[in-house]
């Protein structure tokens, strides 16, 4: 029987999850390769809840089968090759078929369910399952599993169902998408409902992460689940933004760029805390999107720890290109690095996010105190 979880334990799960959902919806905004979606999906739903492999199965009507789309730690020709039939006595049909996620701890001591024989193949013993569902209703299943037993909270299950409905949507999304590439008004009516969507799917997860806080009887649970929920719905504040140029091949003049941005997030700050854009230069366009989610994290990290015990402030967001090279950063005038501002804490959710989105970007990142806080994020060498 496994030990309960330690309050730190749990912190590391929710800050896990927390990273590979922003992760995945990240990646899939810009994404067009569907494969690479799902791949995409498999990939974070593993990591979320730390497990040995994953698989996406799409329902195929026409044969009554359930088809092995994508998968992670899967020997080679099972991917796109294996099918299974939905039967209810297995955790797939179930799971397909009433459409609820279906756990399984330990296959070896089982006995409402069937083991199924992939696993057998791989030495997997638990698994959960949940439904991905469409408008047009369920397109088929993921499902993670692992070669140790594994007992799956509540928790667990809400991260996999909320990662199986927004690779839903994503997946739904990209295929009208693609279809529509010659139709330019229709693409952009698209592209308004697209942004409908997500921007909906992140405030009910931004919601779900709230009512999960208020519930939780740890105090330090409950400010993460707080801190993460503001900061998915700030997320959904700059998605419009965003969209304007995840698909973009070109690139974008960042003085235009980030004072509208800057402009956007004056909304969410203290009235008297003063947010300066100082930037020249270009974007390249497959730079935009990260480079955008790392000046709005930064910015509304400075906003919110900076300034303890003041009401007014300064932040500046700057931004300055050089041939291939680049500098951005962000600096205020308040308290400096210290346990209540400055830099995330190694392992937080916000410093992992940054990892994330600075690697994508092939830069590195840096905090320094001069006179308050900068924080600077480099790619190349700078004259």
């Known amino acids: 029987m496994e030990k309960p979880e330690t309050t730190e334990e749990k912190l590391e799960t929710l800050r896990r999850q927390l990273t590979a959902f922003a992760q995945f919806t990240t990646s899939s905004l810009g994404e067009a390769d569907i494969d690479a979606v799902m791949l995409e999906g498999c990939l974070r739903g593993r990591a979320g809840l730390n497990m040995s492999h994953a698989k996406l199965l799409e329902y195929l009507p026409d044969r009554d089968r359930l088809l092995l789309r994508a998968g992670v730690g899967w020997k080679e ?10 039967d209810i006595d297995t955790p797939i049909g179930y799971a397909f078929a009433f459409s609820e996620p279906v756990g399984i701890s330990d296959y070896i001591s089982e006995k409402r369910h069937q083991f199924p024989s992939i696993l057998k193949d791989h030495g997997c013993i638990s698994s959960l399952n949940v439904p991905v569902r469409t408008d047009l209703g369920v397109f088929g299943i993921l499902e993670v599993d692992d070669t140790r037993p594994r007992q799956f909270s509540s928790d667990d299950v809400y991260f996999l169902t909320g990662l199986g409905n927004t690779i839903a949507k994503a997946l739904e999304l990209r295929h009208a998408l693609n279809s529509l590439d010659s139709a330019l008004g229709e693409k952009q009516l698209l592209l308004h409902e697209m942004n409908h969507r997500i921007k909906n799917n992140l405030s009910l997860v931004a919601a779900m992460l709230s009512l999960q806080g208020r519930g939780a009887s740890d105090a330090r649970i409950r400010e993460e689940l707080g801190s993460a929920a503001a900061r998915i719905n700030n ?19 960042a003085a235009v760029h980030f004072r509208e941005l800057c402009d956007m997030l004056r909304s969410v700050l203290p009235p008297r805390i003063a947010l300066i854009s100082r930037c020249s230069g270009w974007i390249a366009g497959d730079h935009v999107e990260s480079l955008t989610l790392i000046a709005n994290e930064l910015v509304t990290n400075a906003a919110k720890h900076a300034f303890a015990g003041r009401e007014d402030g300064e932040i500046q967001l700057g931004y300055r290109q050089e041939g291939a090279a680049w500098r951005l950063w962000v600096q205020d005038n308040g308290s400096g690095l210290s346990p209540q501002g400055g830099s995330p804490p190694t392992g937080s959710f916000g410093r992992q996010l940054l990892e994330a989105l600075t690697s994508r970007v092939n830069a590195d990142i840096a905090y320094s105190t001069e006179g308050g806080t900068i924080v600077v994020v480099t790619s190349g060498v700078m004259t």
């Open 77 to 86: 020709g099972y991917v796109g090759q294996y099918q299974v039939s939905p």
């Open 235 to 253: 997320m959904a504040l700059v998605h419009d933004r965003l969209q304007l140029f995840t698909s973009s091949a070109g690139r974008v003049d």
